[in-house]
Structure formats: C-alpha cells, structure tokens
C-alpha cells in the first residue's frame, strides 16, 4: 500500500488533515510527520525520511510545504510524489523575518494564545470565519502546539532556503494547490511552483483561504487521491 505523509504547517498537528485522513484511511496508509522540537526546516525533513523508508509520496501544508521542498533536496529518489498546499518555494524577505522576530518576542512575553480571534482572517476565508465549531478547532489545535513550538518554527520558516532552483529537476507527480482568497501564501506562489515543475497539477480553490484542507476538505482529499494515483501510475 502506498505511503502517504502528511506535514502541518505553525502551529498545526495532526488535526489540520483530519478530513483527509478519514477520507483516504482505508486507500493508502497514512503517516503524520512531526515538526515540533525543531528549529530547522532540514531537520525536519531529514527526520520524516529517516522515519518513513523506501518511496513515499508527501503532502505539506505552508510550513509542511517547505518541508517536503527540502526533502525533494535531499532525496527526490524516494519521493514519488509531492503535494503542495497553501505553501511557497521562495525565502521569507527581509520584512517578513522581522515580523517573525516580533511576534516571537511578543508570544515570549505575553501569556500565549496561539491563533487568536485578531489573527484568524490570515488563516481563513470570511465565509469559514463564519463556522464556530471550524475557527475554535484551529485556536486548540494551535493553543496545543503551544509557544515553544511556535518560536522553533518560526525560526526554521525564518531560516529556510529557496528551493525555486530543485523544482525544475522533480519530473515525478507533483500536486499545487491553494485558495484564491490566501492572504499568506497568495495564489501567485502557487502558480509559479506549478510553472517550474515539469509535471504538476495546479488546484486553485475559490473563496478559500490559507488553511485549505479545513476549508475545503472534500477538494484536497479529491486532489490528493489524484496525486496519489498519478505517483502509482507513475512507478
């Protein structure tokens, strides 16, 4: 059976692919990667692929995006194939890293919230905002990855490469998907990681924001299945 891993974006867990991995639990065999306790974004992906042997196919969301980048870096001969959600190939700008050093700052010194109700329209769609039961699953989900999770990560989203230069070389299925509304990683991103890659199928979802596979489970769990089909064809 196919290996399928999954890998949150900040201050995310298992709970950000949770309609995906109910939807393809019995047609694939599905890993969660981990991406707390590390401050580097090749850690990270060095640990899935010592985790996870032989072929697999990978799927990351923002932070799980740069991720699976870096394990196409590091062996793109056992990846079969990538999913690309939410996420973006190029290097924070100088702006951004800044932003990131205060918000580290400030979650140091103020009793830590995670994704409060202020920063919820970065994360999604004013339609999604709408759901009660949706928007309080993304603050527990982040109010349990918690504040030292969140300045590892920030700090390994801060440090990461551009992986803009890779993505020509990877000619094994590649899925790109994003909401048209994402105000983090705009649809831009997306359509020049889909330009670069050789064979990729682009996904842009309407009226869907950064946290796609919340938002819009049943397309990102009907675009994964195509990914993994096209991996399996493929081999």
């Given amino acids: 059976m196919t290996k399928l891993v999954l890998i949150p974006g900040l201050l995310c867990s298992e709970v950000l692919f949770a309609p995906q991995i109910e939807t393809l639990k019995d047609e694939v065999e599905i890993v969660v990667a ?99 039961a949706l928007t309080l699953r993304v603050m527990e989900m982040a109010a349990e990855v918690g504040q030292e999770n969140f300045a590892l990560q920030q700090n390994a989203i801060m440090g990461r490469r551009d992986q803009r230069d890779i993505l020509p070389d990877y000619y094994r299925p590649a899925l790109v998907l994003c909401g048209h509304i994402d105000v983090l990683t705009p649809p831009e991103k997306s359509e020049e990681m889909a330009s670069l890659l050789p064979n990729a199928e682009l996904v842009l979802l309407p009226e869907i924001g950064h946290l796609s596979t919340l938002e819009a489970p049943q397309a990102c769990s009907a675009a994964l299945r195509q990914l993994i089909l096209r991996a399996n064809k493929d081999t």
């Fill in 34 to 132: 981990e991406t707390k306790g590390m401050d580097s974004i090749t850690a990270m992906a060095t640990r899935l692929l010592d985790e996870n042997s032989g072929e697999i196919v990978i799927a990351g969301l923002s932070m799980g995006g740069y991720v699976a980048l870096e394990a196409i870096r590091l062996a793109a001969d056992r990846i079969r194939g990538i999913g690309l959600l939410s996420t973006a190939a190029d290097q924070d700008t100088d702006k951004k890293k800044k932003m990131r050093k205060e918000l580290i700052r400030l979650s140091s010194i103020d009793k830590f919230k995670g994704v409060t109700p202020r920063l919820l329209p970065q994360f999604l769609s004013p339609a999604a905002l709408e759901d009660e």
